[in-house]
């Protein structure tokens, strides 16, 4: 008995030991998928062995793990042709890397009785441990991370979408647009440009006077005319990303909706495009039929939202301005209205010239000559009430050469007289 109860004791001893041990030796870090970190973390074990600089500076023997996970990246392309990459990350379970000469431990673990609440994604955490005298590794690693995740979207446009109640990037970070590669009417694009600049410049001011800081934008017009070029090259040339919601979107409630026009990520355009396609009769419905559990009054709720001093800018699209409600473009919930129409006969000029280039002072005239030609012909057309898009002059630009475009772009208007 007396030998039982001591290897008991012996037992009970060792096991205190050993966790007091590993309490005063060891030290853990815990990331969850809530957290921003987590993607950045995991996505830099997936560089490091990735790239053959990285695996020789760090060794990285998770790679030889036998539990991985795929991160499929769709890129998605306004032409609608998109791409597919895998990345291989760590899968739920442990394994182990050398940083800096330390060993760290990652065990990755997945929740799998209960999800996040309005998301439907499973909890997951990522448990970093290491010796307590390596303690000072972490910040280093989460920077590093940091920087690699960040140094992906450098000059890039991040476009995010809704995923439940969170915003998550949707596809790569595209390259950015240049603002001048929209051509607007004069005048257009630096107004609005100069309307967000000086809104972004004014947080203070706003902030004394107790008014929610945010600003709402209606761009109107016909189709193809630039509108969400424009704002997506605006955005990129503010270093802003682009959270695009789709009010018509099946599941999104006005709960949904509200949280997520106040949760959206900072630095960033919100963009709502056709408003008047999802609420032009106060009831949603799609074309199948299906009517959306978003409603006006709660859209317009989720505009007003609850004051608070986060910056949000909302960028809304429509084709038809007539349509919207009154109530929706009131001063608060749009705060500027601008008209992007088709081409002007100088904007069609600018779009020509920006195509075809001046290569030699001889090609110039005889380009000056043709622009001339066009800039003549939308004049006469538009006189007689026949506009052009710009997406139209774009597409007949990019199929054919100077002369041609000319030809074409006569030839586009007769169908319309008869
Ligand atoms: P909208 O949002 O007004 O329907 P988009 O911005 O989607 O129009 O434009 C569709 C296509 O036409 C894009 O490929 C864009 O490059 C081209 N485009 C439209 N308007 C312009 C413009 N003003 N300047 C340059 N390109 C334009």
Not at 89 to 105: D, L
Not at 249 to 269: C, I, M, V
Not at 363 to 383: F, P
Request: charged share 25%; glycine share 8%; aromatic share 8%.
């Amino acid at each position: 008995m007396g030998v039982g109860v001591g290897l008991t004791v012996l037992r009970q001893g060792v096991v205190l030991g050993s966790t007091a041990l590993r309490r005063r030796l060891l030290v853990s870090l815990e990331i969850n998928n809530k957290d921003r970190a987590y993607e950045w973390f995991l996505s830099w074990m997936a560089h490091q062995a990735s790239t053959p600089a990285a695996r020789s500076s760090i060794a990285a023997p998770w790679t030889r793990s036998h539990q991985l996970s795929v991160e499929t990246m769709i890129e998605q392309r306004k032409n609608g042709s998109s791409s597919a990459l895998f990345k291989l990350v760590a899968g739920p379970g442990t394994h182990w890397f050398r940083y800096e000469g330390a060993f760290i431990q990652v065990k990755r673990e997945r929740e799998t009785r209960s999800t996040q609440l309005m998301s439907g994604v499973p909890w997951e955490t990522v448990t970093l441990t290491t010796l307590s005298r390596d303690r000072s590794l972490f910040p280093r690693l989460l920077s590093e991370a940091r920087d690699l995740a960040m140094r992906g979207q450098e000059g890039k446009l991040v476009i995010h979408t809704a995923w439940g109640i969170e915003w998550k990037p949707f596809g790569q970070p595209r390259r950015k647009r240049p603002l001048h590669s929209v051509v607007l009417h004069p005048g257009v694009a630096d107004k609005v440009e100069q309307d967000v600049t000086r809104f972004l410049e004014r947080r203070q001011w706003y902030a004394d006077r107790g008014i929610p800081y945010r600003r709402g934008y209606l761009l109107h017009g016909p189709p193809g005319s630039g509108k969400t070029s424009f704002i997506q090259a605006l955005a990129g040339s503010l270093s802003y990303d682009i959270c695009l919601l789709n009010l018509s979107e099946r599941g999104l409630t006005d709960d949904k909706l509200n949280h997520l026009l106040s949760n959206a990520p900072e630095r960033s355009f919100i963009l709502i495009e056709d408003v008047d396609a999802a609420f032009n009769k106060r009831v949603q419905t799609s074309e199948d039929g299906y009517q959306s559990s978003v409603t006006f009054s709660g859209f317009l709720n989720a505009l007003d939202g609850v004051a608070s001093g986060e910056e949000r800018i909302i960028f809304m699209t429509t084709n038809h301005v007539e349509r919207l409600d009154p109530a929706l473009i009131r001063p608060g919930r749009v705060d500027l209205r601008q008209l992007v129409n088709d081409a002007s006969p100088l904007q069609a000029r600018t779009l020509f010239t920006r195509f075809y280039g001046e290569e030699s002072q001889e090609a110039s005239e005889g380009l000056n000559r043709l622009a001339n030609e066009l800039e003549d012909i939308v004049a006469e057309e538009s006189g007689k009430g026949r506009q052009i898009s710009m997406a139209a002059l774009q597409g007949l630009f990019i199929r054919n050469s100077a002369e041609e475009a000319i030809v074409t772009c006569r030839a586009l208007f007769m169908p319309s007289t008869t």
